[in-house]
């Protein structure tokens, strides 16, 4: 918070709040020709679902994501952290567990000391160290601005999979962690982020996602995503979509981080949280009264946020519970699936 040096100034974005917007990567996708099929490919892009994952054998699946963006913070070591933390999560929301790591390294060479480029590496190494995995490689660019991620490896067993596609009818989504992140990070360029919300912010966006590994283990779990740039609805439509169902979400229900419901009250919010909007409102249906804020709250893009976790009433609980010990202490059931045409119902409970 106090550096003279800010990583922020030199971004137009920050975090995954710097992605494409869902119908930007849409048209673009829509363009490329139809893959041919592949007999080992599991996943591939047919569901935008978090990772591809490709069979090696009757035991093992080898789980491949990549993701990279700007500084969400001015701290050079916690935006590694932040970063390496945010990829790491597209494996755990398949169920498999991280085996080791490349380095995407992009950094204006002359614009910034090459000590401050040193912490940003040296923080992603203590994510990944904490993950019990390695950087093992990478590459690195001149570019015009810093980026910095990882191209993130793991392994999962082809029965414990878990998709974005698996929902059934009748599921309850459980979300792990508060919305808010975009919040804080537009709060934080404007100087308006408090001592305590930038410790929520850096806490909550270094907490890996590990919880995913253990989830094909809980009889009931049908699907998982995590929640990033798309925001809540848009990983949730995702999700929607993979299922053939309806995600009715109670607005009022996801958990949000300390101090966001004041700051988006106040008008802080992302360029991302509309572009979200823009890309796929006409897919959700608005309660009447539905106040802007808490729109854009759902909408916001959240940089290494929590899982979305399709579970069967029975298991919920069970879910919550495992949430919670693992230091997810705001896992919240927030909505359900339920049959009907594939778009979100929001709908207080």
């Not at 080898?62 to 932040?82: C, S």
Request: some cysteine; hydrophobic content about 45%.
């Amino acid at each position: 918070m106090s550096e003279t040096f800010r990583l922020t100034s030199l971004a137009h974005g920050g975090g995954c709040g710097c992605k494409l917007a869902p119908a930007v990567l849409g048209d673009i996708m829509a363009a490329l020709p139809a893959a041919t099929p592949f007999a080992a490919l599991m996943v591939g892009t047919e569901t935008s679902d978090d990772a591809a994952v490709w069979r090696l054998n009757d035991d093992q699946a080898l789980v491949a994501t990549t993701d990279f963006f700007t500084p969400v913070v001015d701290d050079p070591f916690e935006f590694g952290r932040i970063a390496a933390a945010n990829a790491l999560s597209d494996v755990y929301a398949m169920g498999a567990a991280p085996i080791f790591a490349l380095a995407i390294v992009g950094m204006p060479v002359g614009k910034m000391p090459v000590e401050t480029i040193q912490q940003i590496l040296a923080g992603g190494a203590a994510v990944c160290a904490a993950a019990g995995i390695p950087i093992a490689g990478g590459h690195s660019i001149d570019s015009a601005e810093p980026i910095y991620g990882l191209v993130a490896l793991g392994l999962v067993h082809p029965r414990r999979l878990l998709k974005n596609s698996g929902g059934q009818a009748g599921d309850v989504l459980i979300l792990t962690k508060p919305l808010g992140v975009g919040v804080y990070s537009a709060a934080l360029k404007q100087d308006r982020l408090s001592e305590a919300g930038y410790r929520a912010l850096i806490a909550s966006t270094t907490q890996l996602n590990t919880i995913g590994r253990d989830l094909p283990g809980i009889v009931g779990v049908h699907a998982v995503t995590d929640v990033t740039g798309f925001g809540l609805l848009g990983h949730a439509l995702e999700m929607a979509r993979g299922a053939g169902l309806t995600v009715a979400i109670d607005p009022n229900a996801p958990p949000l981080h300390p101090g966001v419901e004041a700051l988006a009250k106040g008008g802080v919010r992302t360029g991302a949280s509309g572009r979200n909007w823009a890309s796929y409102g006409a897919a959700v249906r608005v309660p009447e009264g539905l106040e802007d804020w808490r729109r854009d709250i759902l909408c916001d893009p959240q940089t290494s946020g929590g899982l979305l976790i399709a579970v069967s009433p029975d298991a919920a609980d069970r879910v919550l519970e495992l949430s919670r010990a693992r230091g997810f202490v705001h896992a919240k059931a927030v909505g359900r699936l339920v049959e009907g045409p594939v778009e979100i119902r929001m709908e207080s409970e």
